[in-house]
């Protein structure tokens, strides 16, 4: 018998599905990340998913491989398409996008695009349908909310807020300040990796009723 499997939105692959998957027995549990850049979000998906056995969801992702085949087709090899939209290339300015901007500057403006201008249905909308499809009961994390706020929470979705205290994150990012006026259910705040893994454990074991 074939192992379950389970989508990573970080690597594309099929992977075993995490057999500590919390129970639920109304609506599965969905939990939304948001904060600045840098506060660790991404720190927080990773464990849900691998402690906890939650399905993270980016409501990106799939916009995200959009925009990596876009700069492969105006010129940029694989591997550079890759760090320019997951890697250590995003906040780099580069000579040959227009204006010498970062990566990030065009993934920020997508990113609106695909959310504020089409709305929730092509972006979380879409990617939660896509879990939802493969395993109905499935715990989700959404790694990253910002303009779907609303809809995921009458989806049920609960946010949390992550906090770094004295970080501001990166100047003139327009999703940083959409984020600031998402009504969290919780603030989950910590100065240092562990202190936050720490916090987000408690957290998780009292919202699934863990011990």
């Not at 998913?49 to 969801?57: C, H, N, Q, S």
């Not at 990617?127 to 989806?155: D, H, T």
Request: aromatic share 10%; with cysteine; glycine share 12%.
């Amino acid at each position: 018998m074939n192992a379950a499997t389970a989508f990573d939105p970080w690597g594309g692959h099929e992977l075993p599905a995490n057999d500590n998957r919390p129970q639920t027995r109304g609506k599965p549990i969905m939990i939304g990340l948001t904060g600045l850049r840098n506060v660790g979000k991404s720190t927080v998906a990773r464990l849900l998913k691998d402690e906890f056995g939650f399905t993270p969801v980016h409501a990106f992702a799939s916009g995200k491989e959009a925009t990596r085949a876009y700069f492969i087709a105006i010129g940029f090899d694989a591997d550079e398409a890759w760090e320019m939209v997951y890697g250590e290339l995003k906040d780099v300015p580069c000579d040959r996008l227009p204006g010498g901007v970062a990566p990030r500057y065009f993934l920020e403006k997508f990113g609106h695009f695909m959310g504020h201008t089409l709305g929730v249905d092509w972006t979380l909308g879409m990617e939660v349908g896509i879990v939802r499809r493969r395993s109905p009961r499935a715990p989700i994390v959404v790694e990253s909310l910002v303009y779907e706020a609303p809809w995921f929470k009458a989806q049920g979705g609960t946010v949390w807020r992550l906090e770094r205290p004295g970080h501001n994150g990166p100047a003139g990012v327009e999703s940083d300040a959409v984020q600031a006026g998402i009504a969290a259910d919780a603030t989950i705040a910590a100065v240092g990796v562990e202190a936050l893994k720490i916090n987000v454990r408690r957290a998780a074991q009292q919202m699934i009723g863990g011990e």
